[in-house]
């Protein structure tokens, strides 16, 4: 087992951080100030091999939250929790409500529009006439740039389950990408992208290969791209 697959060992005192376990700290001599450090990358050991045997590596469980349909069907049995999904689709295919839907069968979920337009008011509106249970939902206001944005997935409270951002086109592509998925990585991230008239997606193509799950949204059903989770069907119908 790798030195870091239960957590590297931190000082206290002087934050010295070591693969190992110590009584004393060997970088400033304080005693009993050795606790585990979860997700600290250890420093490697002179002389140690970076190669692992595949048959030795352990598998990293997938956590699932049920949701709402199509989406559990689409996703393969629920959202992976902490996993990035990417949803594109034309204009008015209803990637805003179905993005909703989500949201609204996850409480505590959060909902950041970004784009003119798009408030809070509008997406109750949305949510009302779909019939979602908007009581546990929250929504940023004067999220309009992608500074504010990343700033308000870094003020997520522990525990939140989903974060939004409508649109990932307005804000930028990869690296506004980058910079949101690292501003709440152990929250699940969906962003919304548009697509040109030619049916691509806007922005750079490599955005399909960042996120965990791409899907593609018209105005009858969800076509799963990409899902690196689970093997489901590659269209659900869309309940309009």
């Known amino acids: 087992m790798s030195n870091n697959a239960a957590g590297a060992w931190k000082c206290t005192a002087c934050g010295n951080v070591t693969a190992e376990g110590f009584d004393a700290c060997g970088k400033c001599g304080s005693w009993g100030g050795a606790i585990r450090a979860i997700g600290v990358q250890a420093p490697r050991e002179v002389g140690s091999s970076r190669w692992v045997l595949l048959a030795d590596a352990e598998p990293r469980p997938v956590f699932r939250l049920d949701v709402a349909e199509p989406w559990q069907t689409a996703l393969g049995g629920g959202l992976a929790m902490g996993s990035s999904v990417l949803v594109d689709g034309r204009p008015k295919a209803g990637k805003t409500t179905e993005a ?13 529009p970004c784009e003119p337009g798009q408030d809070a008011s509008r997406l109750r509106i949305i949510a009302e006439r779909e ?23 870094g003020e997520l ?47 750079r193509n490599v955005l399909r290969h960042a996120a965990d799950t791409t899907v593609h949204i018209t105005k009858t059903a969800l076509l799963v791209k990409e899902n690196r989770f689970a093997s489901g069907p590659d269209a659900v119908r869309v309940p309009r």
């Open 100 to 112: 909703l839907r989500l949201a609204c069968s996850l409480p505590g979920s959060r909902f950041i």
């Open 157 to 203: 409270p522990a525990g939140t389950p989903l974060a939004i951002v409508d649109s990932l086109s307005f804000l930028g592509d990869l690296e506004a990408w980058t910079l949101l998925r690292g501003a709440c990585p152990s929250c699940a991230l969906l962003c919304i992208m548009h697509v040109t008239k030619t049916g691509r997606m806007a922005g």
């Open 131 to 153: 019939g979602l249970d908007m009581s546990a939902i929250y929504v940023a206001e004067d999220c309009r740039t992608l500074a504010e944005t990343v700033d308000a997935l």
